[in-house]
């Protein structure tokens, strides 16, 4: 049941991660798996780093530190989320903007609520923080590149690596920055035609991009988790910028004409209290769901510092 649930979590964060303005990472903190999944994401990245220079000893122990039994089943569930999903979402964000958008404006909202309980102490330093991602992540979310035509596989590579980085951090969408580097709509016809060769270069893009990254953020939840948590918490708020006022489409935060605010209100406010009951009833579950990695010693580690 737990490999189950994992994969229906895996879903719900590959849902995420091809609509543009939601963050498959937002989903993974609601879920209360964000901090594990970031630890086993750096472990296996370090055991690549052992395997590139010979290490294999190295390599074996570290990939024993991988929790797999959450790792794969995550995988699986975002793969058939991107796979079965990726031409209704397109539908939609074509047929239903508005409703689409206010529907994430309150799931991204509710994440919001959830992610600013996990801060243990708020401080000048904390709120300044989250203020000033909140103002970059408004800014630079404002701005969109022209789709590219026919982009060459250099291409695809360097917008895996970037667009994974964005996929794991709540509050940045994956989507949207492939969006702004005018290469969203290539990859989701890669994926709606079944190109195997431009989805495989994608993703040994995505493997390099998180191997790059994933030690970083690790290092900084553990040290300073407070902090990172508060700016996380800006990025979801600059990220409701590609949200509201509805956009027209995925392309813009434009208002896209007048609409009847009720319908929108009312899926922004059913986002909003989905959000809320899973992460009520992920707290309630029989695993901790906001542990650190490390279990309990971990947990004391992470008390005694930020």
Do not use: C
């Not at 940045?172 to 920055?177: D, M, T």
Request: aromatic share 6%; proline share 4%.
């Amino acid at each position: 049941m737990s490999y189950l649930l994992n994969i229906l979590r895996g879903f719900l964060m590959g849902s995420a991660d091809v609509v543009p303005g939601v963050s498959g990472g937002t989903v993974a903190l609601v879920l209360g798996i964000y901090e594990r999944l970031v630890a086993a994401i750096h472990a296996g990245s370090a055991a690549l780093g052992y395997a590139v220079r010979g290490r294999f000893a190295d390599m074996r122990r570290r990939l024993g530190d991988v929790e797999w039994g959450l790792l794969l089943p995550l995988l699986a569930g975002i793969g058939l989320a991107v796979i079965t999903l990726a031409s209704l979402i397109d539908r939609l964000l074509e047929e239903q903007p508005q409703n689409t958008a206010a529907a994430f404006f309150g799931l991204v909202l509710g994440s919001i609520v959830i992610a600013w309980r996990l801060v243990r102490h708020w401080d000048s330093v904390r709120i300044g923080t989250g203020a000033a991602v909140a103002i970059v992540a408004f800014v630079v979310l404002g701005l969109r590149g022209e789709a590219l035509t026919d982009p060459s596989l250099v291409l695809f590579l360097g917008a895996g690596a970037i667009a994974i980085v964005a996929m794991i951090l709540p509050g940045i969408s994956g989507s949207f920055i492939l969006l702004m580097l005018g290469m969203y709509q290539a990859i989701l016809d890669a994926v709606n035609d079944r190109d195997l060769a431009v989805i495989g270069v994608f993703l040994i893009g995505a493997v390099v991009g998180l191997a790059s990254f994933s030690t970083l953020l690790n290092h900084l939840l553990r040290t300073h988790h407070d902090t990172v948590m508060a700016a996380l918490i800006g990025l979801m708020l600059g990220s409701l910028r590609v949200l509201w006022p509805w956009p027209d489409g995925a392309d813009t935060a434009a208002l896209s004409g007048p609409v009847d605010p009720l319908v929108p209100a009312l899926l922004a406010a059913a986002g909003l209290v989905v959000v809320l009951a899973i992460g009520w009833f992920a707290r309630k579950s029989p695993v901790a769901s906001h542990q650190s990695p490390d279990g309990p010693a971990g947990d004391r580690r992470l008390e005694t510092g930020d």
